[in-house]
């Protein structure tokens, strides 16, 4: 069936709308929780009706879950970036600290509004749809696979790869967690670095010939180099 112009109008004003509703929500998300929220904060908040959002969005339990959705499908893009260089291992964790970092920076909202759930990154999300599930285990995949060619290469600790790429996700979990505690002043130098520290620490082996680990190295600090 062919689209008039009035349905393509109609689709993009809801597609405007579905956005707004969706920033709105995380904003009231991350300030309230999910538990204690209210859809009539989000409408005050979108500056739009109630109707319209339950056009849109038939429950608050979908509400949620859209979000969820699109932010994992963005941090999941980010980790396929960063596993389409082929980097080497230590410059490959150096990326993901990064691109990590850079996103929630970017997204504090989301960041507040997860962590007020107080779901562990580590485990796989519960409740969770089969969408968002697969989602977590690509990351975690795709980030165990940097650790498993370290591990080849001797360069990070020997233990089992998808152990390790959960440990890495808490770690980010944990700082991020007290920067939000912390009233979300370190900058994200600081942050990049602190987590390079930490990974550097736990997975990184000191190689025989010398007394300290080389620090891992981010791609941005390798080209000013």
Known sequence: ???????????????????HILEAAERIFAEHGFESAKVQEV???????????????????????????????????????????RLPPREALGALIEVYVDYFLAHPAFLRMHLRSGTSWAM???????????????????????????????????????YLSRLFTVMDQVLLSEWVAGGMKSGRGELVRRLGDLVERAFCRVPAERSRPRKISSPSQARTR
Do not use: N
């Open 124 to 162: 796989s999300p519960s409740p969770g749809t089969e969408e968002q599930i697969q989602k977590w285990q690509e990351i975690h995949a795709l980030q165990a696979e940097i650790f498993r060619r370290g591990i080849a290469e001797g360069v990070f600790v020997k233990d089992d790869p998808g």
């Open 1 to 19: 069936m062919r689209r008039t112009p009035r349905d393509e109008a109609r689709q993009a004003r809801t597609g405007v709308y579905r956005q």
């Open 43 to 85: 409408s005050q908040l979108a500056g739009l009706s109630m109707g319209t959002i339950y056009a849109i969005f038939p429950s608050k339990q979908e509400l949620c879950g859209a979000i969820l959705e699109a932010r994992g499908q963005e941090l999941l893009g980010l980790a396929r970036g960063v596993a389409a260089r």
